[in-house]
């Protein structure tokens, strides 16, 4: 089997190998995912499987990026083991710092002083009708 390096694989394709076994793939996800394993491997070997090409994929990528715990989105290895196994972004999430520096601001709404409404019609008697009223 020819050994690829990742230099060939783009953020995205990485993104979606690493993803694939976790998320359900969207049909262009899906066709990007075969795409790529066809450049990958010979797909007419008899033993050629999805899974394990799959996996072997994936072991290019291991030893630098995993999977955040939380949103499944692959991140470097550094930044998980910095944020017990979640990216940056969800980690903050899970655990928001108070920031007593920022005061959030109430949000002040502009005041209108008028609506821009638009004003109701008058009625007004069709000149059609105006003809019937007149011919009796
Ligand atoms: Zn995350």
Same mark, same amino acid.
């Given at each position: 089997m020819n050994d690829r390096s /990742? =230099? /060939?694989?783009s953020d995205e394709d990485i993104s979606l190998i690493m993803r694939a076994p976790n998320i359900t793939l969207s049909e262009t996800e899906q066709e990007i995912l075969d795409r790529i394993l066809q450049e990958s491997f010979d797909q007419t070997h008899p033993e050629f499987d999805h899974y394990k090409a799959l996996e072997n994929l994936q072991k290019n990528f291991n030893n630098k990026v995993a999977l955040c715990k939380s949103c499944f989105m692959p991140k470097q290895k550094e930044e998980l083991e910095q944020y017990e196994e979640y990216c940056q972004e969800c980690y903050d999430e899970l655990n928001p710092t108070p920031e007593p520096e920022v005061e959030l601001q109430p949000e002040i709404l502009p005041i =209108?002083?008028?609506?821009?409404r638009p004003k109701p019609r008058p009625l007004s008697i069709k000149p059609r009708l105006l003809k019937l009223f007149k011919t009796k």
């Open positions: /990742n =230099q /060939n694989y =209108q002083p008028e609506f821009s």
